[in-house]
């Protein structure tokens, strides 16, 4: 069980939950946060990296952060020998975390991979996913290509939905520009991810921030007090000239 005085996250999560979005986003660093602070909060957490598209990116690269923090990860058959190969490999692990999940105890991530191409391998289980009660997180970013207006990124919210036959629950605002990403960067994501929810029929789950714009020594923070259900995230995922 979760211990909700020691989550930071802010808002509840469902015994499955699924991370959805257009490429590049931030999914994987979105679901790693997540499954590193529910288990920090006493959950028994598996994430499933169900990305079989993008061979990069991929929560199997952070297995060892994972399996640290008592993360069980179920990765692709292949990402499960070692290998980078982008094959559409699924494992048979997939369908019984999601089970265990609504049979009680456990907590189940899953990072599915990017738009409708990714979305079709999560079609797979969404007889599995539908069998309890899930949620299914859409992350937006406004500085993403082909998401930089509400109506883009609600067509592409729309074809995630006809590809996994799953319905979205929430939206997630998760703008960064890496490096440089301020308060400015942030309430600027915000003020975009809701209106994409609001287009969308759907609340707005969370505002993900640095947790370095956070402190409380920070500058940068009186901006962010003005925004509702901040989640303080760590930029665990990073490309390879960082």
């Known amino acids: ?44 957490v598996t994430l499933v990296d169900l990305d079989v598209v993008n061979p990069y990116f991929r929560s199997t690269e952070y297995r060892a952060l994972l399996e640290d923090a008592g993360v069980r990860v ?51 289980f ?6 309890g009660p899930y949620s299914m997180l859409y992350v937006v970013n406004c500085f ?3 998401t930089q207006t509400p109506t ?14 799953l319905s979205a629950t929430a939206v997630v605002s998760n703008a960064h520009l890496k490096a440089d990403t301020d ?6 994501g915000a003020t975009f991810a809701r209106e994409v929810a609001s287009a969308a029929g759907l609340p707005l789950a969370c505002i993900t921030a640095p947790k370095s714009l ?14 509702d259900n901040l989640y303080p995230v760590e930029p665990h995922v990073k490309t390879p000239w960082e």
């Open 1 to 44: 069980m979760i211990d909700e005085k020691r989550i930071s996250i802010p808002f509840p999560l469902a015994p499955v939950n699924v991370v959805v979005g257009h490429y590049g986003v931030g999914k994987t660093n979105f679901a790693l946060n997540v499954a590193l602070d529910a288990a920090a909060a006493g959950a028994q």
């Open 74 to 124: 179920v990765a692709p058959v292949f990402a499960e020998r070692g290998c980078g190969l982008d094959v559409p490999s699924l494992t048979g692990a997939i369908a019984p975390a999601i089970e265990e999940a609504y049979a009680g105890g456990t907590l189940t991530i899953i990072d599915a991979g990017g738009d409708d191409a990714g979305a079709t391998a999560l079609g797979r």
């Open 126 to 131: 969404a007889r599995h996913v539908q069998a």
């Open 144 to 146: 993403r290509n082909l």
């Open 152 to 165: 883009e990124a609600l067509d592409v919210l729309r074809e995630i939905e006809a590809a996994s036959h």
């Open 183 to 188: 308060e400015h960067v942030i309430e600027r």
């Open 214 to 227: 956070l402190r409380a020594d920070s500058a940068k923070l009186t901006v962010l007090r003005g925004l």
